[in-house]
């Protein structure tokens, strides 16, 4: 069987067009994504500044500078971000949204919750559970390598410091309601 040159350009020309459109289609897909992380995240920020999350936000980060052990209340936060480092470590969200929309919570709640008493260690002990908060500890692990990563700073080194501001803003958010 003889193949002329028009029936081997008419197949080149159709599997050109085949992985062009394969790849419009990745490129369409992975913009798609972005835009839902992107959505997704400014839901959460949505929720993250209401006004019981505030509130549970304020009682956590008071608790957290005295050394106390965090209420039920303010564990909510830490459910909160667990459910963001649930979502980023399935790749819902993306970790860099994250880390612009949360990073700076996330590694300064989870350094006081393991600083100067780890109480994230104790629970797992208490509750013989070694998940308890393991998206948040996850997170914390991520966001700190994209510090490191996109600032070049030693993050660790200020991580004190760096954290009671955030929780010392946090405490002082004017009142909700």
């Known amino acids: 069987m003889v193949v002329d040159a028009l029936t081997l ?6 599997w050109a067009v085949a992985a062009g459109t394969l790849v419009l289609m990745w490129w369409q897909l992975s913009q798609q994504r972005e835009i839902s992380s992107a959505a997704s995240i400014l839901d959460l920020r949505d929720r993250y500044d209401a006004p019981h999350l505030r509130d549970a936000r304020k009682r956590l980060s008071q608790d957290l500078l005295d050394a106390k052990q965090p209420d039920a209340v303010g ?5 909160f971000l667990e459910l963001v480092g649930f979502l980023t470590h399935r790749r819902v969200l993306d970790s860099r949204m994250v880390w612009n929309a949360f990073g700076g919570w996330v590694t300064s709640y ?3 919750l393991t600083h100067p008493h780890d109480w994230v260690a104790e629970w797992r002990k208490e509750f013989h559970d070694p998940m ?3 998206e948040l500890e996850w ?11 996109l600032t070049g700073s030693h993050a660790l080194q200020t991580r004190l410091e760096d954290s009671r501001g955030v929780l010392r803003n946090e405490v002082a958010l004017p ?3």
Do not use: H, K, M, W
Request: glycine share 4%; with cysteine; hydrophobic share 45%.
């Open 9 to 14: 350009s008419i197949a080149a020309a159709t």
């Open 75 to 79: 564990l909510e936060v830490c459910r």
């Open 132 to 134: 308890v908060f393991a």
């Open 175 to 177: 009142p909700t309601g």
């Open 110 to 112: 989870y350094y006081f």
């Open 139 to 149: 997170l914390n692990q991520e966001i700190t390598r994209l510090d490191l990563r």
